[in-house]
């Protein structure tokens, strides 16, 4: 079957880390670039981060900038955000999404059902 | 970096009426890399179109996308029950970043 599946959500309190994991079935992971979105309660999506099928194109969003990572081991067929200094603001459903194919730019064909980040006091 | 603005942000419609939905960037964009996507409560997106007028696999036909340079718009013909959702446009630049309109909610009226 393919699918996305994220995990590593959960409450967490401002100025800690989190590690999210997208575990990928049903299609051959190594070859896609992979990103991530967030979407926060009863808001629009937000473009997180990108990272190329082989790990050597890598972009973020400047919120994220220097306080997220994004990487992915192909030999796992998983890809994962490593979040640190984490904030209200980064409250949200963070879904993992594979880009079609062809290219560097390009839509997302496949999203994962997301987890849920909150960061609260 | 470029801006898109989605109109209007609540479309309230009866089945079998159509919806035409625009979404307008700040400043030129191929429409190759224009995309549209539905969200419904609860679930992730679906990519409904790419290349700002392709749909993708098993779209109905009764969406369609049109549009080129700042002006895009999604139109779903004799809207369904099941269409009832919060579309998204969104863009891809060069360096393989989105962007994302703020979204059109389609509710029932």
Known sequence: QVQLVESG??????GTSLRLSCAASGFTFSIYGMHWVRQAPGKGLEWVAVMSYDGSNINYADSVKGRFTISRDNSKNTLYLQMSS???EDSAVYFCV?????????????WGQGTL????? | EVVLTQSPGTLSLSPGERATLSCRASQSVSSTYLAWYQ?????APRLLIYGASSRATGIPDRFSGSGSGTDFSLT???VEPEDFAVYH?????ASASWTFGQGTKVEMK
């Not at chain 1, 959500?9 to 401002?14: S, T």
């Not at chain 2, 969200?39 to 679930?43: A, D, L, N």
């Not at chain 2, 446009?89 to 630049?93: A, L, V, Y």
């Open chain 1, 86 to 88: 984490l904030t209200t």
């Open chain 1, 117 to 121: 980040v909150t960061v609260s006091a």
């Open chain 2, 76 to 78: 779903i013909n004799r």
């Open chain 2, 89 to 93: 446009c969104q863009h891809s630049d």
């Open chain 1, 98 to 110: 594979k880009k079609a194919a062809g290219g560097i730019s390009g839509p997302g064909d496949l």
């Open chain 2, 39 to 43: 969200q419904k409560p609860g679930q």
């Open chain 1, 9 to 14: 959500g959960g409450v967490v309190q401002p």
